[in-house]
Antibody, heavy 124, light 109 residues
Framework: QVQLRESGPGLVKPSETLSLSCTVS????????WSWIRQAPGRGLEWIGY???????EYNPSLKSRVTISLDTSKQQFSLELKSVTAADTAVYYC??????????????????WGQGSLVPVSS | QSVLTQPPSASGTPGQTFSTSCSGS????????VHWYQQLPGAAPKLLIY???QRPSGVPDRFSGSKSGTSASLTISGLRSEDEADYYCATWDDSLSGPVFGAGTKLTV
């Protein structure tokens, strides 16, 4: 079965870089749109960005200047880096697979598998 | 503040039919598919409905979705206590060039 698992430091200091990895099993990473989504405490879901299996990326404009998402096909992993974090970046970070069965992609895509989430507090 | 509007909370009783809405615009719902996610307390979101009205394998047919114009709705028939969760609508936003989520509706059963 398809599984995604986030991993990374449990705490990040303000102004530093948040780094997370997502290990994918049960499906090839050389397809689909691999996304990061976050949820601040008590808040809704916010899409951060995705990396397509070709390596191309798209980011939420509100975070674009600070975000890098990359793919390592040899490790079946994709990663998130968020620079210059503040307390406002404290959230549960989810990795998810974006699947597109539509003729128009990625517009028709949806998130069919999610990781369990990784809580990353930003605090000194 | 999300570009998709959902009522923040709702309640229902077991056995009842429940519906919740998701309102957007021509740049998102009006021209794209709507998907719904269920987030049980303390868990990751789970895909509930995709492409407006399609159910993934394993999702009971008590759950259904529809879309009309720039709005969409999720309906749960035969409400159960285990349906108590947050429900998020999502779609592609042409202005953002990416997916957007509603703020979610917290359903209490």
């Amino acid at each position: 079965q398809v599984q995604l698992r986030e991993s990374g430091p449990g705490l990040v200091k303000p102004s530093e870089t948040l780094s997370l990895s997502c290990t994918v099993s049960g499906t090839s990473i050389t397809s689909y749109y691999w996304s990061w989504i976050r949820q601040a405490p008590g808040r809704g879901l916010e899409w951060i960005g995705y990396v397509y299996y070709t390596g191309s990326t798209e980011y939420n404009p509100s975070l674009k200047s600070r975000v890098t998402i990359s793919l390592d096909t040899s490790k079946q992993q994709f990663s998130l880096e968020l620079k210059s974090v503040t307390a406002a970046d404290t959230a549960v970070y989810y990795c998810a697979r974006g699947y597109c069965s539509s003729a128009i992609c990625p517009q028709g895509s949806y998130f069919d598998f999610w990781g369990q989430g990784s809580l990353v507090p930003v605090s000194s | 503040q999300s570009v998709l509007t959902q009522p923040p909370s709702a309640s229902g009783t077991p056995g009842q039919t429940f519906s919740t809405s998701c309102s957007g615009s021509s740049s998102n719902i009006g021209g794209n598919y709507v998907h719904w996610y269920q987030q049980l307390p303390g868990a990751a979101p789970k895909l509930l409905i995709y492409r407006n009205n399609q159910r993934p394998s394993g999702v009971p047919d008590r759950f259904s979705g529809s879309k009309s114009g720039t709005s969409a709705s999720l309906t749960i028939s035969g409400l159960r206590s285990e349906d108590e969760a947050d429900y998020y609508c999502a779609t592609w936003d042409d202005s953002l060039s990416g997916p957007v989520f509603g703020a979610g509706t917290k359903l209490t059963v």
